[in-house]
């Protein structure tokens, strides 16, 4: 009795996905992997001094808001955090820790000056990381990005010498030119782009202050 096989080809490509869905998904999971390794790479450079923190804090509070943004998009395939990471064999203590707290460790720390700085340094930088959100996810018109921004402005507002700032200027001018829109109006894509790098100025500007110490509350 003979039997017939059919060739295996090692070759052959393994697909993960047989729809775009699928393929989303995959890409979407990709992406937040990446995040996760960036992030504890910045950690261990932060701890030992290869990077300042003037360049790891908004490094740090952009790959939290990257996080955010991925984890709302497949919240449902890799919560809790810690079962992703098992599931992909990943060992990155330190972005894991950074990812718990959700602000950066030139905010954790903060709290030394004060329960109440530590409180409106984390709660502005919320701030500016659901206004660059909404702006990422094409919100344009005026009744979704004025409360927002708002809420934004009225945070810097109190740091003292933030009415020295330009990020915060740049942020007063756009609030105004919000102001006179109708609610149903829309900022063009060229007006959401220049506002996003305006909002990313002022967010990198924040932190600098905090970081030169004049970040106090007035």
């Known amino acids: 009795m003979s039997y017939s096989h059919s060739p295996i080809s090692f070759d052959e ?4 996905y047989k729809t775009n869905a699928e393929r989303e ?12 390794v960036a992030l504890d790479y910045l950690e261990r450079a932060y701890i030992r001094d290869s990077v300042t923190a003037t360049e790891y804090s908004p490094a740090c509070t952009k790959l939290l808001s ?4 991925m984890i709302r998009l497949v919240g449902e395939d890799v919560l809790p955090i ?6 992909y064999r990943m060992d990155h203590p330190a972005a894991l820790h950074r990812l718990k707290v959700g602000v950066p460790a030139t905010i954790e ?30 919100l344009r ?6 409360p927002i921004l708002q809420e934004l402005v009225t945070g810097l507002a109190r740091f003292k010498g933030s009415k020295d700032w330009e990020g915060r200027s740049r942020m007063v001018s756009w609030l105004i030119t919000l102001n006179g829109m109708k609610a ?7 007006q959401s782009r220049q506002l996003l790098f ?3 100025h002022a967010y990198a500007e924040f932190f600098r202050s905090l970081s030169g110490g004049k970040g106090d509350i007035s």
């Open 66 to 69: 990257q996080y955010k943004t």
């Open 109 to 138: 720390h903060s709290s030394e000056a004060g329960p109440e700085t530590a409180k409106w340094v984390a709660e502005t930088t919320q701030s500016f990381i659901t206004f660059m959100d909404a702006l990422k996810l094409r």
């Open 25 to 36: 998904k995959y890409t979407n999971l990709a992406t937040l992997f990446g995040i996760i």
């Open 82 to 87: 810690e079962q992703f990471m098992t599931r």
């Open 13 to 16: 490509e393994v697909r993960l």
């Open 198 to 200: 305006d909002v990313d």
């Open 184 to 190: 149903s109006e829309e900022i063009t894509e060229e």
């Open 141 to 146: 018109a005026k009744d979704q990005l004025h």
